[in-house]
Each structure stands twice: as structure tokens, then as C-alpha cells.
């Protein structure tokens, strides 16, 4: 039994297969959906550790799939794929939850190489360490890097897989500031070609999900010019 499943979405069935081959070359269990809707009745949160999405997809697109699974709670790890590399549908797959975006054509030891780097941060961000236990208090919001998951003023959402990286880093150096060539680095990896403006999109995102006033955030502060720094109590 594959110690990781991977659900591929792909309409297009000569990728799906080729996807799936592939993928189970390298140890991985795959189960295949050809549209939206087939991916979100068939979802199994206790066995699908990984989504590959296409965006363009029949009825329900891939962002609206993701949109749904993180209203539900669920915490899976989605990489979307895309036949254009446009910035704006980069942001919209941030902005609903995704951990990676990856535009077609792409090359197929890249993608494994995102898949493994998804895999990477879980297992990071999940493991306890010395400063935490997997849940912290950051002002009168909660995070809980074992679920996923934060709570403010009431109301828990979904974390991805990098959301919740990008917070235990800065949770770890609170008080310090914490460049974006170093989160970028920490989350993304080395040789990852993420620009700045991507980690200031995560962070706004993140900001709207733990400040009480996201307009006027007060724990993960922005040192012009250089990074963020978190401050856990006003």
C-alpha cells in the first residue's frame, strides 16, 4: 500500500494516464477524476493526501473545487495546473487556497519535484518542536499547525500547506524580522522561482485570516523594503 494517494483532476484523458503512470513509478497511489464534480463526490480527506487540479475543467472548474474543499474544512494539499501562466489566475489560486501552481506544458521532473516539496512542508509544519506543540495563540486568534487549521473571532478556516509554513516560520522568529528571500527559501525551497510579490499575496491572505482588522493588521507586521515580522500579543 502507497504510503502517499494522490487524486489527479484532468479532463484531458491522455494527461490523466500519463499523469497516473508516472506517478505510481515513483511509490504514489493515484485515483483519477475527469471533472469537478467527480472530484468532490469521490474525496476521501482520511486517504487523499494530494490534489493535482486542473483549473479548466467541464461544469466546475479547478478554483472552484479548491473554493469548496477549504469551506469544508478540508486541509489536502492542492498543486493546480494550467494551460496559461497567467499572474491574475495565480493570485485567485492563492486567494481560495491552493499550495502551488504549476502552467502547462510543464516538465515532468518539476512536477515531482513540487509534489515533493508539498510533502516536505507538511511533515515540517506538522511535527512538534521545542516552541510549540502544533497549536499557538497569535493575539486572540489560534493555529493549530496539526489540522491546519486557524480560528479568529469565531471562525475556523483551512490552512494550505504553505499558509501554514509561512506562519511557523514567522511564529518561530517572532519578534524578529523575517526577509522574503528567507521565507521563500524555507517554504518554497532552493532553486524555487517564486518572485517577492508572490510572499506579499500569501501574507495578505493570511492576515485576512488571523487579524481581527485585516486592513490594519497588528501581529504580522511589514518591514518596508525588507520582510515581516510577527508580533504574537498587541
Known amino acids: 500500500m502507497p ?18 503512470e508516472a506517478l505510481e513509478a515513483e511509490g504514489y497511489g493515484v485515483i483519477l ?8 463526490t469521490s474525496f476521501n480527506p482520511d486517504l487523499v493526501d494530494l490534489i ?42 492563492i486567494e481560495t487556497g491552493g499550495d502551488d501552481y504549476l502552467p502547462k506544458p510543464f516538465n515532468l521532473d518539476e512536477l515531482l519535484a513540487r509534489i515533493r516539496a508539498i510533502f516536505r512542508r507538511i511533515e515540517w ?12 495563540a497569535i493575539g486572540m486568534a489560534g493555529v493549530d499547525f496539526r489540522s491546519f487549521s486557524a480560528t479568529c473571532a469565531g471562525k475556523r478556516s483551512a490552512l494550505s500547506a504553505k499558509e501554514c509554513a509561512i506562519l511557523k516560520l514567522l511564529y ?49 507586521r511589514t518591514v518596508r523594503g525588507v520582510g515581516y515580522r510577527l508580533k504574537l500579543y498587541l
Open 125 to 136: 509544519v506538522s511535527a512538534p518542536s521545542e516552541e510549540t506543540s502544533g497549536w499557538v
Open 3 to 20: 504510503d502517499r494517494l494522490i487524486m489527479v483532476v484532468e479532463d484531458d484523458e491522455l494527461l490523466s494516464e500519463g499523469l497516473k
Open 33 to 40: 477524476a475527469k471533472d469537478g464534480e467527480t472530484a468532490l
Open 52 to 93: 493535482i487540479l486542473d483549473i479548466m475543467l467541464p461544469g466546475i472548474d479547478g478554483f472552484s473545487v479548491c473554493e469548496q474543499l477549504r469551506q469544508q474544512g478540508h486541509k489536502v494539499a492542492i498543486l493546480f495546473l494550467s494551460a496559461k501562466d497567467a499572474y491574475d489566475d495565480r493570485i485567485r489560486g
Open 172 to 220: 518561530l522568529n517572532h519578534g524578529k524580522v523575517v526577509t522574503r528571500e528567507r521565507i521563500i527559501q524555507a517554504v518554497w525551497g532552493a532553486g524555487a522561482t517564486p518572485t517577492t510579490r508572490t510572499v506579499d499575496n500569501f501574507i495578505v491572505r493570511l492576515r485576512k485570516l488571523i487579524e481581527p482588522d485585516p486592513n490594519r493588521p497588528k501581529h504580522i
